[in-house]
């Protein structure tokens, strides 16, 4: 079934890179599978993590002539050929860092759905309207733990502000926009710029802190993500894992 | 910790059935775990959560007494039993010709 939208590379480069970015955040979120701090989060964790599983195909299959290339395109191309921000690529080991992930990116996410829901590409704000109704709940689920844990005070809370300090850098470079972005939305395939939705997003970040008594300052993005073309020092280890099931058989069909 | 119990209702005729239980901090987290737990795959179009505090229990000691009633059965039962009886009686050798 021919899926494939005729963008130019520099479309392509914007679409692939939030694809990316949705593979892997589901794909390290899975890690909890079985081990989420109770029974309830770690089923609804692990359902979110499928969800953006779900939107990163819904976005792969707009870049291949044949679903059945989705698998190819997202597990076996060279790590250079990915466009994967350095915060989805990390293991955050720790639930709390899991967390501050969680809503650092989702965060980024919807904000992210809504500009590429504005597309002029029909197919693509199609994608965009379907993963927003998802979305919003996802945002919710994050910030319903988030402002529960900062409001708790003690522990729970100076762990997940910690976190979420650490993250932050990283956090802000997912804005790192890749070349030919501003193309892209000459184009039409993307209604706003990676810069005006950071503004944005920093905005409401600062904002959630600072309700719930968290002071931060606006942190330098970590450097050597520019044009999204680097990966960093964790992608090797989280590529072996993605590809354990189609080394066996790259040829297989499911 | 509350614990809520879990009651989803699927189609037009059909009443709320409890599908199970769950633990969240409070009432709005409790439906967004909800919903991932026992609705993410679309089982209900409505959902009930009840907090198990607010839940009214009858001990088993107020049930007891009317475990062995089955006069006021209504399914029919209780004259189901009686017949057979009556025909396994009539059934046996010796027995009589009604």
Redesign the interface.
Known sequence: MPTRLDLSPAGREVVLAFADDEHLIGARHTAWIGRGP????D??FC??AQDEIGHAIALYELLVDDVDDVDHLALLRDPADYRSCWLVELPCAGWADALARHQLYDSAEALRWEALANSAIPELSAVAARARREEA?HL??AR??VT?LLDSGGEGRNTLVDAIERLLPTAVALWEPVAGERAAINEGVVATSSADLGERWWTEIAALLATHGVAVDRPSPVAGQRGRTARSEHFAGLQAEIRLVIDLDPDARW | ?NIYEVFLHTDGKDEFRHVGA?????D??AL??A???YV?RGEGDELWLVDRRHVVVGSRQLLAPNQDKPHRRSDGAAIAEHRRRVRAASDAPGGGTG
């Open positions: 109770f029974l309830e989060e089923l609804a359902s979110i709940f919710a689920h319903g733990l529960r | 910790m769950l633990e969240a901090p409070d709005e987290l967004l775990l919903r991932e737990c993410r």
